[in-house]
Every structure is written in C-alpha cells, then in structure tokens.
Nanobody
Framework: QVQLVESGGGLVQAGGSLRLSCAAS????????MAWFRQAPVKEREFVAA????????DYADSVNGRFTVSRAYAANTMYLQMNNLKAEETAVYYC????????????????WGQGTQVTVSA
C-alpha cells in the first residue's frame, strides 16, 4: 500500500478555483491507479475523477467533466485535482485513493486512502 496525504482544500466563493494535491509515499506510486472522491455531510462518498497508472487514461464524473482536471507528477509522487467554477453543492471532504490494479469508480476499487481535505464553497 501507499500512504496518501491530501492538501489544498479551503474556502472559496462559488465560481472560484482550487487545486488539490495528493502526495504519495512509496516507490510503487507510478504503478498505482489514482482517484479523487468526495463526501458531503450525510451523503455517501462519491467518485470525482481518476487517472490510470500511466497517466494516459482519465475519467470524470459527469457533474465535474469540463470543470475539473486530474493529473499526476511522477517525479513528485503527487496527484492533482484542478477544480474550476466550483459550486456550493460541491462542498465536501475530498479524498484521494490509490489502487495497484485498475482502480475504478467505486470505493471498493481502491485499497489506500488519505485522510481528506475540506473544500467549502460559499454561495
């Protein structure tokens, strides 16, 4: 397993932007599929975006497609989520996740999780 630490969350106005980072430890980061999920109060954790271990395949939830961009920097063992035109309903704790296999869109597809970073979007 890899250890994951998210950062970059904060308070932003609706329509604003934030960039989240997920720093991974472990020499096998480059072989892991990675993803972002989010969880709002009293809601289930939901898929946001994913990137394959090669970085060539990316997948987005319909609700964020065109506004969010996932990327990874192998030299820094870090994954990013650029979030533009944020909406109030996207207030949530954002988690990064890693999987040594193919990953996917559900929480059960991932074996390693970070502690999360709070994103608050004011209306």
């Amino acid at each position: 397993q890899v250890q994951l630490v998210e950062s970059g969350g904060g308070l932003v106005q609706a329509g604003g932007s934030l960039r989240l980072s997920c720093a991974a430890s472990g020499r096998t980061f480059s072989r892991h599929a990675m993803a972002w999920f989010r969880q709002a109060p009293v809601k289930e954790r939901e898929f946001v975006a994913a990137v394959s271990w090669r970085g060539t395949n990316k997948d987005y939830a319909d609700s964020v497609n065109g506004r969010f961009t996932v990327s990874r920097a192998y030299a820094a063992n870090t994954m990013y989520l650029q979030m533009n035109n944020l909406k109030a309903e996207e207030t949530a704790v954002y988690y990064c996740a890693a999987d040594p296999n193919c990953g996917g869109r559900t929480t059960s597809d991932f074996t390693s999780w970070g502690q999360g970073t709070q994103v608050t979007v004011s209306a």
